[in-house]
């Protein structure tokens, strides 16, 4: 029988686009997060686009192009923190409305982004 993968069912390339367009501007204006981030936004939204796209089980264009993800190791070099954690996942919940992602194909997509947002912590939360 047919597979579909999630990349189809949230509507493919297009939806991708719309959810990292919508994503970063708000990584960009969110206080934990901005000073992780470079100001150069573009290519860091098009390795996002490549990686999702793969994630959802659309075509590999991360791989293709850097080779296997090593997410976690990627993030090393940045502190994340629990906090920004869940600031990085209340972006995309937000960035999920407004590209209008919705339905059960959304509550899977998000489940599996809170299982790998909390694998990329690698600090504790800072001593307040
Ligand atoms: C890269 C932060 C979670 C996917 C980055 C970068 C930062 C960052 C600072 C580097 C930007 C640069 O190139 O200068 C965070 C924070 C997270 C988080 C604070 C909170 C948990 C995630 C998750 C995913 C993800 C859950 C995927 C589902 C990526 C990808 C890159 C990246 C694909 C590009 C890696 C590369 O350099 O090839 N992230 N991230 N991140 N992040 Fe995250």
């Known amino acids: ?5 999630l990349y189809e069912k949230i ?3 297009e939806k991708v686009r719309q959810l990292v367009e919508a994503f970063y501007p708000k990584v960009q204006a969110h206080p934990l997060l901005k000073p992780l981030f470079p100001e150069q936004i573009r290519p860091v939204m ?5 990686f999702l796209t793969q994630f959802l089980g659309g075509p590999p264009l991360y791989t293709e192009k850097y080779g ?5 190791a990627r ?3 940045f502190p994340i923190t629990p906090s920004r954690a869940n600031a990085w996942l209340e972006c995309m919940d937000q960035a999920m ?3 209008g992602i919705t339905g059960q ?3 899977e997509f998000f489940s599996r982004l809170v299982i790998a947002a909390h694998h990329m912590i690698n ?3 800072p001593a307040s």
Do not use: N, S, V
């Open 1 to 5: 029988h047919e597979m579909t993968t």
């Open 11 to 13: 509507g493919g390339a």
């Open 46 to 50: 098009e390795k996002q686009y490549m």
């Open 68 to 72: 296997h993800p090593m997410l976690r």
């Open 75 to 77: 993030h090393l070099p």
């Open 97 to 99: 409305d407004e590209a």
């Open 105 to 107: 194909e959304r509550e």
């Open 123 to 125: 600090q504790p939360e």
